[in-house]
Structures are given as structure tokens and as C-alpha cells.
């Protein structure tokens, strides 16, 4: 579980993080959405130990990071995965070479274990037949199961990811999202995903968070987010035909027929 109490955070005169706190669940995916602008990267580069936050707590299962030292931060650090926007591969290392990247930084594993271990993670996320393949010589869906399988390889406690679906069609990012779910659970990881997508919303959000303008303005889950009654919220998410589907699909279900208009009051 991740704990971020009272987060502030300033550019300059900019005040970027108006005092945000928030729970990022274990075992679950905890989405961060908002607009572009909203402060979605700064907060995770908070997380992360990117950025220093002028004021705040963040809490590591109960161990503030921002009084930890070195060595534990550093040791924190080996428990974070991370998938970035754009897989953020290297284009000169084979599939296989870029999953054994992190065991050859962080790890004592002797050859044959890391190359075991990145063959283990490799299958896990379907890409049994892609080892010795070049970034290049792959699908943007595949490169995103590369950078899944090199941010799980460390088994890490804590996962995020930027995105996971940018630059994906609608099924491969249905994929992508599954197999985040999938991860989360059966490694009990606490998952965070930054993302625009209303479709992982409702398939994957666990506990969501909604920023506006740097500060927190709703938190809750997929089953809630559509009854929510917050205004700015509403707006946000109703742009998406998909959600006003799925809350008209809920009310018919529960009041009998509901015309489309009435959805977004
Ligand atoms: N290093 C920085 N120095 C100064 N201002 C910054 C810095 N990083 C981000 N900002 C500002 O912080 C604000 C929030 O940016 P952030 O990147 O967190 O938004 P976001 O919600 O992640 O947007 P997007 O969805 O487009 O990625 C923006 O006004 C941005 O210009």
C-alpha cells in the first residue's frame, strides 16, 4: 500500500500539488485520470522519488520515503517497477537482453538464473517466441509486454505505468489492460496507472483517483464512477461515449428504460 498524505508541490510561483492526499491499495490497480495538465506526473514523479515534494508524506507500507536514506531509498527503488509511455525499450538489445537489463544491474543472479528468470516473466506475458527478436521487429503491442515483463522481472511490490495504452488499438489495449490486472493480483502488487482511458476505467479501475486543476476532486471505484454526483468529475468522463453507455446499460438494468439525455444530469 502506498499512503500519500498532504502532498504539495511548486514550480517556481506554480503551485502544481495543492495538498493531495490518497490511498494506493495493494493487490489492486489504483488509476490516476484527469486532464492533460492536471498534475497526474508530477504526483507519480513524487511516488517514484523523481521529484522531492515541498511538503507531505509519502508512505511505502508505512515507511515515508522522504525520510528514508540512501541505501533504503535505493533499496525501495528495486521494489518499483516501471512501464513508461512508449515501452521505452533499447532498440539495440534484443527482447530478451532489455527483460535482463534490470536483473544485471540490481540483481546477484549468476548468467543462467537471469536468463531463466527473463525466459519465466517472457512467457507469463505471452512472448514465448520473441526473445531474440530486435525492438524494431516487433508490434507496439508487443513492446508493451516486453517493458511489462522487464518492470515485473525484479518481482517487484510496487508497479506503475505510464499510459500502458497510448498508441495501442482499442483490443491490444484491452489485452494490455488484462494482463496489468492479471499481475497485479497474482503478485499481489500495488498497481498505479496514469492514464486517459475511460475504457481501463471501467475495466480495470480498482480505486480511481480524479485530479483537477492539482488537486484531488474525486476517489473511489468503477462501479461508482458513473453514479458520481461531482460535477467537474462528470464532465471529464462523459466526454466518453463509452461511459455514457455503460451508466445508461447500469440504470436500465437496475430502473428498467432510461433515455440518453437523462445520463448526464
Ligand atoms: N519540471 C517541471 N518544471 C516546471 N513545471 C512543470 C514541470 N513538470 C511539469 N510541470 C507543470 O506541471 C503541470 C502538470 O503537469 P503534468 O505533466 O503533471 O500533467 P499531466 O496531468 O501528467 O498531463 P498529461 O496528461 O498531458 O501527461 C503542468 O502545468 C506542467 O507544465
Known amino acids: 500500500m502506498i499512503e500519500l498524505k498532504n502532498i504539495k508541490k511548486s514550480f517556481g510561483d506554480k503551485t502544481i500539488l495543492h495538498d493531495i492526499s490518497a490511498v494506493m491499495e495493494a493487490g489492486k490497480c489504483n488509476l490516476i485520470i484527469g486532464a492533460s495538465g492536471s498534475g497526474k506526473t508530477v504526483l507519480t514523479k513524487c511516488m517514484v522519488g523523481l521529484f522531492k515534494p515541498d511538503q507531505g508524506e509519502i ?11 540512501d541505501d533504503e531509498r535505493k533499496q525501495l527503488r528495486q521494489q518499483i517497477g ?3 509511455q512508449g515501452s521505452a525499450l533499447f532498440d539495440s538489445m534484443t527482447v530478451e537482453q532489455n527483460v535482463m537489463f534490470p536483473l544485471n544491474m540490481f540483481s546477484n543472479l549468476s548468467y543462467k538464473e537471469r536468463k531463466k528468470r527473463a525466459s519465466e516473466v517472457l512467457d ?15 508490434s507496439g503491442g508487443m513492446k508493451k509486454r516486453v517493458g511489462i515483463a522487464r518492470a515485473i522481472v525484479l518481482n ?3 508497479l506503475f505505468c505510464d499510459e500502458p495504452n497510448s498508441g495501442l488499438d482499442p ?12 499481475i497485479t493480483a497474482e503478485y499481489d502488487i500495488t498497481t498505479i496507472v496514469v492514464t486517459h482511458d475511460m475504457n481501463s476505467v471501467m475495466e480495470i479501475g480498482d480505486h480511481i483517483m480524479y ?6 476532486q474525486w ?9 458520481s454526483k461531482n460535477e467537474l468529475l462528470n464532465n471529464f468522463i462523459f466526454a466518453s461515449e463509452f461511459l455514457q453507455d455503460a451508466k445508461q ?13 437523462e445520463i448526464k444530469k
Not at 124 to 138: F, G, S, T
Not at 171 to 182: C, F, P, R
Not at 219 to 227: A, L, M, R, T, V
Open 211 to 216: 485530479m483537477h486543476e492539482g488537486k484531488k
Open 249 to 261: 446499460m447500469r440504470m436500465m438494468q437496475e430502473n428498467g428504460d432510461v433515455p440518453k439525455e
Open 59 to 69: 508512505l511505502y507500507n508505512n515507511a515515508n520515503m522522504l525520510q528514508m536514506t
Open 171 to 182: 483490443q491490444t489495449s484491452m489485452l494490455i489492460d488484462k494482463l496489468i490486472k492479471e
Open 156 to 158: 517487484p511490490k510496487y
Open 124 to 138: 507469463r506475458v505471452n512472448l514465448k517466441e520473441a526473445h531474440h527478436k530486435y525492438p524494431a521487429e516487433i
Open 82 to 84: 516501471m512501464l513508461f
Open 219 to 227: 476517489e473511489g471505484s468503477n462501479q461508482d464512477i458513473i453514479f
